[in-house]
């Protein structure tokens, strides 16, 4: 399963947008409301959970400064990254797209895209009023 945000324009450098985002505490500030838990285990990982929803923890797997950070599933049963790409547009403002990919089943891939892609979706938006 593959899922896309839509593309947000940041004015910030992609520099800037990848230092904001493979700094893991920052993470919290993009977190939909209804978050339950938020906690930075290690520099490099974070874990947290929405309400009525499991704890997740994400682990940075890949970087490319500045312009590609991979966080991918740390344990738990299902394997899936979330992608940030981050392309300069000018010297001073990017453009931000969160891509999230994992394998699953098809009756749980039905279940979990609504809101996967919510989630996403608030993450990406999230991006120009947090940094």
Partial sequence: MNLESPNITVSKSSQEVFDF???FKNFESLMPEN???FELLEDDKFLFALK????ITLQKKEVIPPNKIV??????KID???IGNIK??????S????EFTGEFNPM??????GPIKKFIETLVTSIPNAI
Avoid: H, R, W
């Fill in 88 to 93: 300069d547009i000018t010297a001073s403002s």
């Fill in 108 to 113: 749980m891939a039905m279940m979990i895209k």
């Fill in 80 to 82: 899936f990254s979330l």
């Fill in 95 to 98: 453009e931000v797209q969160l």
């Fill in 21 to 23: 985002l493979t700094d």
């Fill in 71 to 76: 966080l991918g599933a740390a344990g738990g």
């Fill in 35 to 37: 978050i339950s838990k």
């Fill in 52 to 55: 009525g929803m499991p704890e």
